[in-house]
C-alpha cells in the first residue's frame, strides 16, 4: 500500500498592504461595515508586474527547500489557480520551467477556490497508482488582476497570495499523510461567480473591455447561502470518507472568504477558537492560496502537533466544493 504524505510547505504574500481605509479612499465603504461583514481589515495586492507563476514559484522554492529536494526531483507541477499568467499556457509549464532543467507533467487546475483541495486529490491519485513519486501542488491567485476597484461589493473581499505543498509516496500505511478526499461541482451555480468576459463565450473586444465583463462579477448573497451549507458538507463528507467523525477533527482549515461563514462551520461543529485557523482578517480571500497560506501560518506558530487530525475544506465559483482529510506530519 502507498501512502501520500507531506514533505514540504511553503507560502507566499506580496509586499503591498491594502488597508480598509486604503479602501474608503477608492470606493463608498467604511472599515466598519467591511469587518462586521465579513472580518476583513486589510489584504495584499501584488505589483503590476508580478504575476501568479512569480508568486507560486516563490512558494514553491520554500516548499520545496522545507521537503529537502530538489525541482528536478519532481514528477509532476500541478498549479491551481483561476488567474493564469495567460490563458495559454499554463501556469504549470511556466512554474515548471522555473524550477527544474529536467522536463516533467505540469498542468493548471482550475476549480475556483476549490482548486487546491481538487490538484491534492488529483496529486494523491497520481501517487497511489503509483504513477508519480513526488508531486509539487501549487496555489497561486492574483485576483486583483480581475477585481473591479469601483465595484465595492467585491473590491474589499480578495486578495493576492500562493502556497505550495510536496506530496510524496511511502511505502505501508505510515502514520501521517493524505487520508482522504472529498470533491464536488454543480454547474448550475456557474453565474453565480465568474469572469464572464475573455473567454470563447464573449471574445475580447472593445464592448466587453467597455462593459468591464473581464471583471470578476459575484452574486455575494446566493454565494454566502451556498457557502455555509457546502463547507459543512465537504469536512462531513471527507471524514466519512476517513472512517472519522466530526469529533476526531483536532484542527479545521476553511477557505478563507468570510468570517462569518468559517464562524458558521466553527459552531456547527462545536469546535473552540483554537481549532479553528482564520487569517482572513491579514489577508482577505485569497482564493486558492487561502488554504495553504492558513496552513503554513499555523505550522509556524507550532499549532499543528504531529499526528494532529487536520480537516481543510473549501467552496468557490463553478460552484465546487470540497475537502481534504490529512493525519498532520512532515514524513521526510
Ligand atoms: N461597503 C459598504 N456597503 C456595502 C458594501 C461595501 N463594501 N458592499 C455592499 N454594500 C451594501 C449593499 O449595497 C447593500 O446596501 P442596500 O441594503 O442599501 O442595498 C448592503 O450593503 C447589504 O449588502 P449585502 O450584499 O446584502 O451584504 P451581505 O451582508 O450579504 O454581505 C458579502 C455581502 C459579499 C460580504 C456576503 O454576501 C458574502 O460574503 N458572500 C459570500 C462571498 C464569498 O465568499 N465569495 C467568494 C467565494 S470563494
Known amino acids: 500500500m502507498v501512502q501520500c ?12 498592504v491594502l488597508s480598509n481605509h486604503d479602501l474608503e479612499q477608492m470606493v463608498d465603504t467604511n472599515d466598519e461595515w467591511i469587518v462586521s461583514r465579513t472580518g476583513i ?6 505589483s503590476a508586474d508580478e504575476t501568479t507563476s512569480d508568486m507560486a514559484y516563490h512558494a514553491s522554492v520554500l ?22 499568467d495567460t490563458v495559454f499556457p499554463s501556469t504549470a509549464a511556466r512554474l515548471q520551467a522555473r524550477l527544474s532543467d529536467r522536463p516533467m ?10 482548486g487546491w483541495i481538487y490538484a491534492i486529490a488529483m ?31 467585491t473590491a474589499v473581499l480578495f486578495g493576492d497570495g500562493a502556497g505550495a505543498i510536496v506530496l510524496e509516496a511511502r511505502e505501508g500505511p505510515g502514520t501521517v499523510g493524505v487520508l482522504s478526499t472529498y470533491l464536488n461541482a454543480d454547474g448550475r451555480g456557474a453565474e ?14 472593445h464592448e466587453t473591455v467597455d462593459g468591464g465583463l473581464h471583471f470578476l462579477k459575484m452574486s455575494g448573497n446566493e454565494v454566502f447561502r451556498f457557502a455555509v451549507k457546502a463547507m459543512p458538507e465537504a469536512v462531513e463528507e471527507g471524514l466519512k470518507r476517513a472512517g472519522l467523525t466530526v469529533d476526531d477533527i483536532d484542527f479545521l482549515i476553511p477557505h478563507q472568504a468570510n468570517q462569518r461563514i468559517i464562524d458558521a462551520a466553527m459552531r456547527q461543529f462545536h469546535l473552540s477558537e483554537h481549532q479553528v485557523v482564520k487569517n482572513v482578517s491579514r489577508y482577505g480571500n485569497t482564493s486558492v ?44
Not at 516548499?63 to 493564469?84: H, I, K, M
Not at 507533467?105 to 476549490?114: E, K, P, S, Y
Request: aromatic share 4%.
Open 5 to 16: 504524505v507531506v514533505t514540504g510547505l511553503g507560502s507566499y504574500v506580496p509586499q503591498r
Open 41 to 46: 481589515r486589510e489584504r495584499r495586492l501584488a
Open 63 to 84: 516548499a520545496l527547500r522545507d521537503a529537502g529536494v530538489r525541482g528536478e526531483d519532481l514528477d509532476f507541477v500541478l498549479v491551481a489557480t483561476n488567474t493564469s
Open 123 to 153: 496529486a494523491k491519485a497520481l501517487i497511489e497508482s503509483k504513477a508519480c513519486m513526488r508531486v509539487l501542488v501549487a496555489a497561486s491567485d492574483k485576483l486583483s488582476s480581475i477585481v473591479d476597484y469601483h465595484d465595492r461589493s
Open 192 to 205: 453565480l461567480l465568474v469572469q464572464p468576459g475573455g473567454g470563447s463565450r464573449e471574445p475580447a473586444s
Open 105 to 114: 507533467a505540469a498542468m493548471d487546475v482550475q476549480a475556483g477556490c476549490t
Open 289 to 332: 492560496a487561502s488554504i495553504p497560506l492558513a496552513l503554513d501560518e499555523a505550522r509556524h506558530e507550532g499549532r499543528l502537533l504531529p499526528g494532529a487530525l487536520v480537516v481543510l475544506a473549501a467552496f468557490g465559483s463553478g460552484l465546487t466544493w470540497g475537502s481534504v482529510v490529512l493525519r498532520w506530519g512532515m514524513d521526510r
